[in-house]
């Protein structure tokens, strides 16, 4: 009695913790709103309804793949923008990392802060812990804190507020191309 007490007990939190409850296309979008790399306050519900919002979530500011990721968003804003869409990365990074993040690759679209995780767990994606890395930025050595490490998933919300595009093994380097067929064909 006291063991299957335990594990249903087990089973509730597991159930509930958010990581388990993972969105799918037709789903609502949640809502969310966190500090932007300007500091500044970033609300999705300013943007649905009007257009498309791509969130894609990345692991870690100044790495190999994140870098790529991120700077062909920068290189499709034009595009992304003709169709009707808007774009933020999404990460475990303070506001600080973010800061030199955008500075360091020159980007042109909102970096958004999860420390806590709450964002990723809002949406399904899995975390690992955070944790700091050291990198050179104009010939200064800046330690880049994050809360935590979420997986590397892209999400595109429709103007209806729904889960429209779900990639939970992004391609880094066709990522953006990828989201932005989708919009022209759902537009």
């Given at each position: 009695m006291k063991s299957t007490l335990?594990?249903?007990?087990?089973?509730?939190?597991?159930?509930?913790?958010?990581?388990?409850q993972e969105l799918n296309v037709g789903d609502k979008a949640p809502k969310f709103k966190t500090l932007a790399d300007d500091g500044s306050s970033w609300n999705v519900s300013d943007y649905i309804g009007d257009k498309f919002v791509v969130v894609y979530f990345y692991p870690a500011a100044m790495t190999g793949g994140c870098t790529k990721q991120a700077c062909a968003y920068r290189d499709f804003k034009s595009?992304?923008?003709?169709?009707?869409?808007?774009?933020?990365?999404?990460?475990?990074?303070?506001?600080?990392?973010?800061?030199?993040?955008?500075?360091?690759?020159?980007?042109?679209?909102?970096?958004?802060?999860?420390?806590?995780?709450?964002?990723?767990?809002?949406?399904?994606v899995p975390?690992?812990?955070?944790?700091?890395?050291?990198?050179?930025?104009?010939?200064k050595s800046f330690d880049l804190v994050r809360g935590n490490t979420p997986s590397r998933w892209t999400f595109v919300i429709d103007k209806n507020g729904k889960i429209a595009y779900k990639n939970t093994s992004?391609?880094?380097?066709?990522?953006?191309?990828?989201?932005?067929?989708?919009?022209?064909?759902?537009?």
């Amino acid at each position: 009695m006291k063991s299957t007490l335990i594990l249903l007990v087990l089973a509730f939190v597991f159930a509930t913790n958010g990581y388990s409850q993972e969105l799918n296309v037709g789903d609502k979008a949640p809502k969310f709103k966190t500090l932007a790399d300007d500091g500044s306050s970033w609300n999705v519900s300013d943007y649905i309804g009007d257009k498309f919002v791509v969130v894609y979530f990345y692991p870690a500011a100044m790495t190999g793949g994140c870098t790529k990721q991120a700077c062909a968003y920068r290189d499709f804003k034009s595009q992304i923008a003709d169709a009707d869409a808007v774009v933020v990365g999404v990460s475990g990074d303070n506001v600080e990392g973010l800061k030199l993040f955008k500075k360091a690759h020159n980007l042109n679209f909102p970096l958004l802060s999860d420390e806590s995780g709450e964002i990723a767990t809002k949406f399904g994606v899995p975390m690992r812990d955070g944790g700091t890395i050291t990198r050179e930025i104009d010939g200064k050595s800046f330690d880049l804190v994050r809360g935590n490490t979420p997986s590397r998933w892209t999400f595109v919300i429709d103007k209806n507020g729904k889960i429209a595009y779900k990639n939970t093994s992004v391609d880094v380097k066709q990522d953006t191309k990828d989201i932005l067929e989708f919009i022209k064909q759902n537009s």
